[in-house]
Nanobody
C-alpha cells in the first residue's frame, strides 16, 4: 500500500525559502504522479504543484515562478522548493499520490488520488 510522508516545514521569515519533501513508500515502480496541495482554516484546499509520471510539471497561478517541484527517482522522494515566501503562503502542505498520470496540463481530479500524506506546516512571518 502506498504511503506518503511530508517533511521540511517550519517557520521562515518573508523572503525566505524552504524545501519540502514527500517520501513515497509501498510502491515499487518509478513512474508516478505527486501533487502538492495547501490548506488553511480560512480558505479551501489549493493546488500548488504537480509532477507526473514522465516528470512533466504544472503549477498553481499563485506560484509565479517561486516554486519548483522535482523528483529523486532513486530515492522515491518528491521535493517542493519554495522561494521568496510570503505570509499568504502560510498553510499546511500536503502531497497526494496518483498512478498513470502523464503529460499533466492541470491538477489531476481528486478521484485519481490513491494516498495522501499527513501534511507539513509552513508558517511565514512578515
Amino acid at each position: 500500500q502506498v504511503q506518503l510522508v511530508e517533511s521540511g516545514g517550519g517557520s521562515v521569515q518573508a523572503g525566505g525559502s524552504v524545501r519540502l519533501s514527500c517520501a513515497v513508500s509501498g510502491y515499487r515502480w518509478r513512474s508516478y504522479c505527486i501533487t502538492w496541495f495547501r490548506q488553511t482554516s480560512e480558505k479551501e484546499r489549493e493546488g500548488v504543484a504537480v509532477i507526473d509520471g514522465d516528470d512533466s510539471t504544472f503549477y498553481g497561478d499563485f506560484v509565479k515562478g517561486r516554486f519548483s517541484v522535482s523528483r529523486d527517482s532513486a530515492k522515491y522522494i518528491v521535493y517542493l522548493d519554495m522561494t521568496n515566501l510570503q505570509p499568504e503562503d502560510s498553510a499546511m502542505y500536503y502531497c497526494a499520490f496518483s498512478n498513470g498520470v502523464l503529460n499533466v496540463q492541470n491538477f489531476p481530479p481528486t478521484s485519481l488520488f490513491e494516498a495522501w500524506g499527513q501534511g507539513t506546516q509552513v508558517t511565514v512571518s512578515a
